[in-house]
Every structure is written in structure tokens, then in C-alpha cells.
């Protein structure tokens, strides 16, 4: 890195990215490889691997088939199952980054951003970290929607007589073994965790307050002999992931026409009948809301794990914790040695919202107002040369994540160089286009299950607007991200030349 600084410690980079999950991989490797060297990569936790360093509890593993969550640019890679497991995946993430050369010099792991500002008179955001302040002309952010756990917020919590573990803060030295576990949540992460642990555990009880929509997943073993064929036949592997993302498209179709979702519903309780026979267990399994509106979940162990004799199903939500019992709406007092809370994420707060400060000193957060808005999920309006990865409205219910990044992370890389093509100091995409965007999704996904299926999600900000869903089909998404449109952007000329001593970024107490 160039330029190191008398006075206050000051490293400038020309571009910051936050994380090093799939997305700040992701970015670091395709802007290296746009010929961007000047790249850091900061990640605050030990290593790297976000999603897939942070939840390791048992049963952990992606839904949506390998071949298509992965780096379009690792078609060689032999993945042992269709749907990998966590540690496969994280095992993944870091020989992606060793093979496209991510060393030291572009990862810092065990570096935090604490906030960040953008000076105007320099053209810069100044970052606080916790190794110090850097500057940089671009910064990323990559800290990834499914980060920051939900807690599990009842009364009496604090005096739970036992371990209580988070999904995405797993303890391998919590004994499970003929312990009475309870857990709440029956999202993702629980319809992977109960059928993983209940064969150990003494007796498993599971707090349901919503049903969920759960389809059958084919999870198969890809034997080495079958990856052996598919490296000798050219093109295999990028037919496997061409067939599976128009399978996951076919499933956003029917999102966007909630009609079609009936035929999705016949098949989901067509497995449900299948797997479990008890008609009031069944009963309280079937949603009440389209299928789509939350996300779906798929799982072929999840109501075989119910309907087995020592784990019950509670379907209430859990309104205090008393002693060693947890406490439903309903009035059950369920025993448990350990609570597992399987709760989720705060998916619509970006982790550094509170404390990135744009030109007129408003934070991201202050700027939002609770309603996270971007063009195309990605440039911000009054925060220049910002690029959110993952960004509000990009995902739906069944697109893999790593396609909705690598559109965008040939937008960003684009944008970049016409950055340089013009000379320029600064961008930033004018508040009318934003806003205009904005509305025209707002209007689409009023059509959308997300909106109409009659269930609440994590798709909504607590004000009732969905920042989250994209309402048209991802190959649209592509498309509008595989042109850069400079008009929709106001330009900034360079400033002079940027002093080297100008002070670290404030904390959030000092800011103005
Ligand atoms: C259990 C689970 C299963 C999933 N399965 C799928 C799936 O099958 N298909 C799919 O498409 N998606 C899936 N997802 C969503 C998944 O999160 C995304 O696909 C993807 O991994 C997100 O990557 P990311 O890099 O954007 O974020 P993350 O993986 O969350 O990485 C963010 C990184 O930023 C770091 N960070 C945050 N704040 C700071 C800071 N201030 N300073 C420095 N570093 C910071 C974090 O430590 C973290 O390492 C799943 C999510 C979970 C939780």
C-alpha cells in the first residue's frame, strides 16, 4: 500500500472493501482481476468465510445446489454432495481466495470498520478502524444481510439455567447428548438443526410460531467418480448450473404469479402427508399464507425428525423463559437442559449503517429513515463512490445469492473504470434516478406473493416496506446490471491533491 503518514497513521488504499464472506471475495478477486490492484480487504473476524465460518451447528448447508452457489469463475470445482455442507463450503471459500492470490497484502482479518466519513475536500472516505484509520476512494461494503444474529428477546432469558446457543454462535462443547433441548425458531435454520441433533438428544421440543412452506430436497452424493466424468465431459458442469438456475427461476416465476405457487402448495402437502400421519401434528405443520411469501424452505429430514417419538412440536411462540422451563403463548412449560434459539437475523440493518457519514453528515442509517433504498441495490444517493454489495431489494426467494453478486460486481467494476476513463474523482447516482427506481420496484412487487401471500417476513422493514425482494426475474436483474449508465450518475471533478495527515475518522460520540 502506498503513502504512509507522519502525525496521525493514515493508509490510503483506492479501494475498501468491508467483509470477506462470498461477496468481499468475490469483489477483491473480480477487481484484481479488472486490473484494480490497489484493493484491501478488511474482515473483523478471525478469518475469512462470513456466512460459512459463522454458523457451524449441526445440519448447517446451503439450499440452493452447489454448482449454482458458487463463483461462476470455479466451474472445476467437485463439490461431494448437491447441497454442500458448511464446512465444505467454508473450505471452499478459502481456497478460492488462495488460488486467486488473496494474501496478506490484500486480507486483513481481525480488522473491524468502525465507521466511516466521506471529506468532501479530498474525495475520500476516511475509515476508523480498529488497526487505525486508511482512506480510500472507493469504499464497498460486503458485510453480508444474514450477519447480525436476532436474539431471542423474552423475559427471564438472563436466568435461563443452561446454555442458551444462537444457530450462527455454535458451541461444539455444549453437550447434547440425552439432554432435554429446546428449540425456537422454524425458519432455515431450524428445519436443518432439529433432524441433526435429535437422534443425541434425550428429548427435543420445538417452539413453532409460524408454519413454513417445507419442499422435499434432493440432497445427493456427487461420488468422486461421477466429479471424474464431469471434468472429462467439457461443459458438464456449466449445463448442471445452467439447468439449476432455470429450476430456481422456475420457482421465482410462480413467486411473481402467486397463483402458480398453488402447484408448489400440492406438492409441499403432498410431502407433508407423506412423512408424517399424525393429522393434528399435520395440521399445526400447514401454513396459512401462500407458499413464497416467506422464504421456502426445502428439507427430506426435517418431518421425519418430527414425527419421531421423543421430539414434539410446540406451535406457539415463546413468551418468557422461567427457570429451565421455556414458556409458550399458549401456556406449555417445556423443560430444557439447553436452548438452542434458531431466530434468525436482522436481515434489513447493514451492520455500519449507524456509523458511515456521507457529505451533509447524515449517516446511512439517518439517511434510510428504517427503509433501506439503493439503485439497483448497489449505489447509494448522498454517499459517493459507495457500493453496497447484497444491497436492499436484489434477492427474492429462490435465486442463489452468488448470481445476484457477480452482476453486480461487473457493474461495480464497470462503474470503476469510468471512474478513471473520465478522469473523474467521485460519483454518485442522482436522488431522481434513485428515487424513480425505487418506486418502479415498490409498484412490482405488489404483484409479487411477497407482498400479497398474507404472511409478515424478514423481507419487511417494521415501517411495512419490502426492502428486500427483487420483483422481476434475475436474468432482468443481469441485464440492468450488465450496463453501467454514467447518465444516471452526477460526476465529480479530482480535488487537489489529498493532504496525508488530516485526522482518523470520528467515533460515533464525536461525530458533528
Ligand atoms: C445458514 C445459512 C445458509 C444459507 N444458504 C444460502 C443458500 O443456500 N443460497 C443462498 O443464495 N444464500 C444462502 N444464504 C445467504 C448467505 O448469507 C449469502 O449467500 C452469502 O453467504 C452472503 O455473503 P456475504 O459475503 O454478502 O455476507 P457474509 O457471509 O455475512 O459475510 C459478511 C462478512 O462481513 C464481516 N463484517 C461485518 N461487519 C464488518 C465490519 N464492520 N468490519 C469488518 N468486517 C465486517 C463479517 O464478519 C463477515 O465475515 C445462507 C445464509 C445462512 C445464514
Redo the contacts with the bound molecule.
Keep these: 500500500m502506498p503513502a504512509q503518514a507522519s502525525g496521525p497513521v493514515l493508509r490510503h488504499v483506492r479501494v475498501v472493501v ?8 468475490g469483489a477483491a478477486i473480480r477487481l484484481r482481476q479488472a486490473g484494480v490492484r490497489d484493493v484491501l480487504l ?4 478471525p478469518q ?8 457451524t451447528y449441526p445440519g ?1 448447508a ?3 445446489p452447489s454448482t449454482l ?1 458458487s463463483y461462476s469463475f470455479t466451474p472445476d470445482t467437485a463439490w461431494s454432495r448437491l ?1 454442500a455442507g458448511q464446512r465444505e463450503i467454508h473450505a471452499y471459500l478459502r481456497t478460492t481466495a488462495e488460488r486467486h492470490g488473496l494474501g496478506r497484502d490484500v486480507l486483513r482479518c481481525g ?4 465507521g466511516a466519513r466521506w471529506d468532501p475536500a479530498a474525495g475520500r472516505w476516511r475509515l476508523e ?1 480498529s488497526d487505525g484509520a486508511y482512506s480510500a476512494e472507493v469504499l464497498v461494503l ?6 447480525v444474529p436476532r436474539r431471542l428477546d423474552v423475559p427471564g432469558i438472563e436466568g435461563f439455567d443452561g446454555p442458551v446457543l444462537h ?2 454462535e455454535w458451541d461444539d462443547g455444549v453437550e447434547l447428548a440425552g439432554r432435554r433441548v429446546t428449540v425456537v425458531g422454524s425458519g ?2 431450524a428445519v ?1 438443526v432439529v433432524p441433526a441433533i435429535q437422534s443425541r438428544a434425550a428429548t427435543v421440543r420445538l417452539f413453532q410460531r409460524t408454519a413454513q412452506w417445507v419442499l422435499p430436497k434432493p440432497d445427493l452424493a456427487l461420488p468422486p467418480a461421477l466429479n471424474r466424468s464431469l471434468d472429462r465431459l467439457p461443459g458438464a458442469r456449466s449445463a448442471m448450473r445452467s439447468g439449476q438456475y432455470a429450476l430456481q427461476e422456475g420457482f421465482g416465476y410462480a413467486f411473481r404469479h402467486p397463483h402458480l405457487a398453488r402447484v408448489l402448495e400440492a406438492g409441499a402437502r403432498a410431502h407433508l402427508r407423506l412423512a408424517v400421519r399424525d393429522r393434528r401434528l399435520r395440521q399445526a405443520l400447514t401454513p396459512d399464507y401462500r407458499l413464497g411469501c416467506k422464504r421456502l424452505l426445502t428439507s427430506s429430514t426435517f418431518y421425519p425428525a418430527l414425527a419421531r417419538p421423543h421430539v414434539r412440536l410446540h406451535p406457539t411462540a415463546v413468551t418468557a423463559v422461567r427457570g429451565n422451563e421455556v414458556i409458550g403463548a399458549d401456556g406449555t412449560a417445556a423443560p430444557t437442559d439447553v436452548l438452542i434459539t434458531a431466530t434468525g ?1 436482522r436481515v434489513g440493518e447493514l ?2 449503517s449507524r456509523s458511515l457519514y456521507g457529505p451533509d453528515g447524515r449517516s446511512l442509517h439517518e439517511a434510510w429513515g428504517g427503509e433501506p433504498k439503493a439503485y439497483l441495490g448497489t449505489s447509494v444517493s448522498g454517499f459517493p463512490n459507495l457500493f453496497l ?2 444491497g436492499p431489494n436484489l434477492l427474492g426467494g429462490s ?4 448470481t445476484v ?1 457477480e452482476a453486480q460486481l461487473a457493474y461495480l467494476t464497470a462503474a470503476l473504470a469510468r471512474l478513471d476513463e473520465g478522469g473523474h474523482r467521485a460519483l454518485e447516482v442522482r436522488p431522481g434516478v434513485q428515487a424513480a427506481y425505487n418506486a418502479a420496484v415498490q409498484e412490482a412487487l405488489d404483484g409479487t406473493v411477497y407482498n400479497s401471500g398474507g404472511c409478515t417476513s424478514y423481507y419487511f422493514s417494521p415501517s411495512g416496506r419490502n426492502t428486500f425482494a427483487w420483483p422481476w426475474s434475475t436474468g432482468h436483474l443481469v441485464r440492468r446490471l450488465s450496463r453501467f449508465d454514467p447518465a444516471s450518475y452526477a460526476w465529480r471533478e479530482p480535488a487537489a491533491t489529498p493532504s496525508q495527515t488530516e485526522s482518523p475518522v470520528p467515533t460515533r460520540s464525536e461525530r458533528p
Design positions: 468491508v467483509g470477506a464472506g462470498f461477496s468481499g471475495i478488511l474482515e473483523k473476524g475469512l468465510g462470513g456466512t460459512w465460518r459463522d454458523n448447517c446451503c439450499d440452493v452457489y447441497f480488522v473491524g470498520v468502525l478502524t460486503a458485510t453480508g444481510p444474514w450477519h444457530t450462527a432455515a435454520s436443518q437475523f451492520p455500519l454489495l447484497l435465486t442463489s445469492a452468488i453478486l
